[in-house]
Each structure stands twice: as C-alpha cells, then as structure tokens.
C-alpha cells in the first residue's frame, strides 16, 4: 500500500521569509510524486511534480520541491513567501498504472498561512 | 480555469431526496475520477473511469452511483444518503496512457446532507 504523511497541519511563516512544506511517503517501487494546492472554494490544483530525473524540481509560481530518495521525503520550497500563497497544500504519491489507471494517494493537507 | 467544471457547486438535501452531480471536462482527457473531500482527512478516491470503463469502485456505499456517458462527462447519482456523506465532491481528468499525468481538477460541489 501507498501512502503520503504531512506531518503539520499549519505552517506559519511571515512574509518574505523562506516557507517549507513537509511530505514523506511510503510507496512499493519507484515513487512519482506530485504537490497540489488548493485555495478557498477552489478545487485543488497541481503544482509540480517528481518523475524521475534531477531531484529538485521546479513548479508554478516560484515553488520547488526537493525529493530525497534516502529519506523517503518530497518537501515543497518557496525562497520568499507572498501573503496570496496562503492556501491548503497537499502532497501525493503514485506507484505508476495498476489495474488500468494510475493510483494516487494524497495526504492530509498543510494549511500555509503566510503572515504579512 | 482548469478546464473541469463541475455543477452545482452547492446543494442541500434531504436523506429521502435523489439528486445528481455533474462533471465536464474541456481537456480531451480520457480519465476522470470523483473524489470526497472531509475536513482534516485524506481526499478519499470513490470512482474512476478510464476510456469510459469504470475501473474503480473503492468501496463506496450504493446510495452512490456514478455514471459516464463519453469522455467528457462524470455524474454521481446520489439517493438516501446519510448526514455524514456532507463533504466536497471534487471530479477530475487526466490523461491516462504510458506517461505519468496530474489530475485536474473542477470546483468542487458542497454537499450538505439535513
């Protein structure tokens, strides 16, 4: 079985300042990994995403994420926070098509509040 | 946008009451995917389509029935549903095939069950 673990329900940070979101995931075989984010009254949408390849990829609006094979973690980065990134982020893994579709477990969500 | 839009974006209803959702996708997506979301939980994965074929159902209760005429629409029928199937309903897309997709995802319709 898959899963994905965000181990903070909040992160709080002020503007400006560098923002981290925490994931770590259990997956059999090679993971793919995805951050979605998801604002108020909005469905959630995708940000960025880990295939293979360079371990730190880049996303939409200035986010990256650093996926650590040895850690088994996948945290999302932002040098310099903005107020308007104050949203819930989910994380999610994927073991690649089982059973004619591609499977994807998301975790619990980390609410950012980014304080001006 | 993201090219999933989903209707009605809210709806009230009683246990006794039958109604429907609806998804549509504009991406020429061939998979698409209802999902429930609770507060403080994991989105849930309730029903998937692939090219049209359910292949699917992960243990959702029978007052659930999704439907998908084309590749372009997703339904969830929804009959004497229980006060704690309230939650958001989030429908996606992707495109399914040999390389690893995202999801996109519409709106989401609130459901409130009285």
């Known amino acids: 079985a898959q899963s994905v673990a965000q181990p903070e329900d909040q992160v709080n940070v002020a503007e400006g300042n560098p923002l981290t979101v925490k994931c770590t995931y259990s997956?059999?075989?090679?993971?793919?990994l995805f951050w979605y984010v998801q604002y108020p009254n909005r469905g959630l949408q995708f940000l960025l995403k880990y295939i293979t390849g360079d371990n730190l990829v880049k996303g939409s609006y200035g986010f990256e994420a650093e996926f650590n094979k040895s850690q088994t973690s996948f945290h999302l980065k932002k040098p310099s926070a903005l107020v308007s990134d104050s949203a819930l982020y989910f994380c999610a893994v994927s073991a690649g098509f089982s059973g004619g579709y591609q499977k994807v477990t998301f975790g619990t969500g980390t609410k950012l509040q980014v304080i001006p | 946008e993201t090219g999933v839009t989903q209707t009605p974006r809210h709806l009230v209803m009683g246990m006794t009451n039958k109604k429907s959702l609806k998804c549509e996708q504009h991406l020429g997506h061939n998979a698409m995917y209802w999902y429930k979301q609770s507060a403080k939980k994991p989105l849930e994965l309730m029903f998937v389509?692939?090219?049209?074929?359910?292949?699917e159902n992960n243990s959702v209760p029978s007052r659930f029935s999704p439907e998908c005429p084309n590749s372009s629409h997703l339904f969830l029928h929804l009959h004497t549903l229980q006060p704690e199937d309230s939650a958001l309903y989030l429908c996606?897309?992707?495109?399914?095939?040999?390389?690893?997709?995202?999801?996109?995802f519409g709106p989401g319709t609130r459901l409130t069950v009285t």
């Open positions: 389509y692939s090219l049209e074929e359910r292949v």
């Open positions: 996606a897309s992707s495109q399914e095939g040999a390389r690893i997709y995202e999801q996109y």
């Open positions: 997956v059999s075989g090679n993971p793919y």
